[in-house]
């Protein structure tokens, strides 16, 4: 398996724009988590799911944030409107019960 | 306080040396720990990970739990230049978090000077 894929791995976009970022999870993976990485704040939990269903979504900073995971097979994260302070790296990670979480390579945001 | 705190260091150290990194945490809930390697401008790799309280003994790396105190713990012996990345600890109630998340610390930056 080649692991888990994010796409972009990086994007440079004007405030703003719609930012939409990839992941697709190991196959046969059944829960999925979006991250974001900065500098300030570490690494967060923006939201998971579990059999594509949103479980926790408390992390999703405000509503210009929205997650969807339409199969098992891929999901989303979508910024509208993109702000400079959205700017950082957006992991995804996947994983099956009791079993380690594997990441992304993330994509690299940067909103200007 | 935060969840779960840790040093972001910058630590440098000599080859060879012995690495303590660590991590505090508030959630008496949090069974399951792990360490995660994160190489520049990559994803966090698992390393190594515990359950309750103990040691783990992983080749050159152990990791210490102690939940009486709320205080984690890796050790790195004969420190390598590769070993050079972001250490970050993590915690969960459930391992893997499909029954939760997991918690991370902000990540530690060890640079190891040859």
């Known amino acids: 398996d080649a692991g888990v894929i994010q796409s972009p791995r990086h994007e440079v976009t004007e405030m703003g724009q719609e930012v939409t970022l990839r992941c697709k999870p190991i196959s046969g993976h059944n829960s999925l988590f979006w991250y974001r990485q900065t500098m300030m704040r570490g690494l967060e939990l923006l939201i998971y799911f579990n059999n594509n269903v949103p479980i926790d979504d408390s992390g999703m900073p405000e509503d210009r944030f929205s997650a969807k995971m339409p199969n098992a097979s891929f999901s989303t994260l979508k910024i509208q409107p993109s702000e400079p302070r959205d700017s950082a790296v957006y992991f995804c990670a996947s994983t099956l019960p009791a079993t380690e979480a594997f990441f992304g390579q993330g994509t690299r945001l940067t909103v200007v | 306080q935060k969840e779960v705190e840790q040093d972001p260091g910058p630590l440098s150290v000599p080859e060879g040396a012995i690495v303590s990194l660590n991590c505090t945490y508030s959630n008496s809930a949090f069974q399951y720990f792990m360490w995660y390697r994160q190489y520049s401008r990559k994803g966090p790799e698992l390393l190594m990970y515990?359950?309750?309280?103990g040691n783990k003994e992983d080749g050159r790396f152990t990791a210490q739990v102690d939940k009486s105190s709320k205080y984690i713990s890796l050790f790195i012996r004969d420190s390598q230049p590769s070993d050079s990345a972001t250490y970050l600890c993590a915690m969960s109630a459930a391992y893997g978090g499909s029954q939760g998340n997991l918690i991370f610390g902000k990540g530690t930056k060890l640079s190891v000077k040859p």
């Open positions: 515990t359950y309750s309280s």
